[in-house]
């Protein structure tokens, strides 16, 4: 059985940092893209960024370049997100989903985590 | 505002037929990237309920089933039950944008 436990969202002030992470099981966690999706509250689904199965190919959203680094570490089976520079905007709960393909291209999500909360307020 | 258009809201009664409409353009379903969609029930994840505009994982009902032509999707549901009350997104790809994995903003299906 497929599983996406997502951790390290809380309450941050803005300009502050902070590091999600996803530990996946059940599948082989190196032959899948992986990305992380974003819903602010009462709001709609937006793809914030995703990385390739190797870690050797990364993307993401204009909302969030320069500020947001995805990757994975393969042998933990763990995807990160380390976001710095936080605005209240970044407010949301904060997926995992993995990706049906290996490598980033047009393709759906297949699984997703519950969510981790990520609060931007002084 | 989305690059891909739903309505925000449909409703139907217990065994009626609903369909939820995705609307894109010329850089995402008009090129010819295929459309996803995704249930999100109320306090909970998405769940992948189409894929490839009209496969079905398994488990998903033969209820649930979309559609694509042109710039457009459609997500049909018949046989309208509760359970079916939920957020609906539709997902492509965009070529115009960085950011290429692109939502609609959703529909809420009420069943009455």
């Known amino acids: 059985e497929v599983q996406l436990l997502e951790s390290g969202g809380g309450l941050v002030q803005p300009g502050g940092s902070l590091r999600l992470s996803c530990v996946a099981s059940g599948f082989t966690f190196s032959s899948y893209a992986m990305s992380w999706v974003r819903q602010a509250p009462g709001k709609g689904l937006e793809w914030v960024s995703g990385i390739s199965g190797s870690g050797g190919s990364t993307d993401y959203a204009d909302s969030v370049k320069g500020r947001v680094t995805i990757s994975r570490d393969n042998s933990k089976n763990t995807l990160y997100l380390q976001m710095s520079s936080l605005r209240a905007e970044d407010t949301a709960v904060y997926y995992c989903?993995?990706?049906?393909?290996?490598?980033?291209?047009?393709?759906?999500?297949?699984?997703w985590g519950q969510g981790t909360l990520v609060t931007v307020s002084s | 505002q989305s690059v891909l258009t739903q309505p925000p809201s449909v409703s139907g009664a217990p065994g009626q037929r609903v369909t939820i409409s995705c609307t894109g353009g010329s850089s995402n379903i008009g090129s010819g990237y295929d459309v996803h969609w995704y249930q999100q029930l109320p306090a909970a994840a998405p769940k992948l309920l189409i894929y490839?505009?009209?496969n079905r994982p398994s488990g998903v009902p033969d209820r649930f089933s979309g559609s694509k032509s042109g710039t457009s999707a459609s997500l049909v549901i018949t046989g309208l039950q509760a359970e079916d009350e939920a957020d609906y997104y539709c997902q492509s790809y965009d070529t115009s944008l960085s950011g290429w994995r692109v939502f609609g903003g959703g529909t809420k299906l009420t069943v009455l």
């Open positions: 989903a993995k990706d049906w393909n290996l490598v980033l291209a047009a393709s759906y999500f297949d699984y």
């Open positions: 490839g505009n009209n």
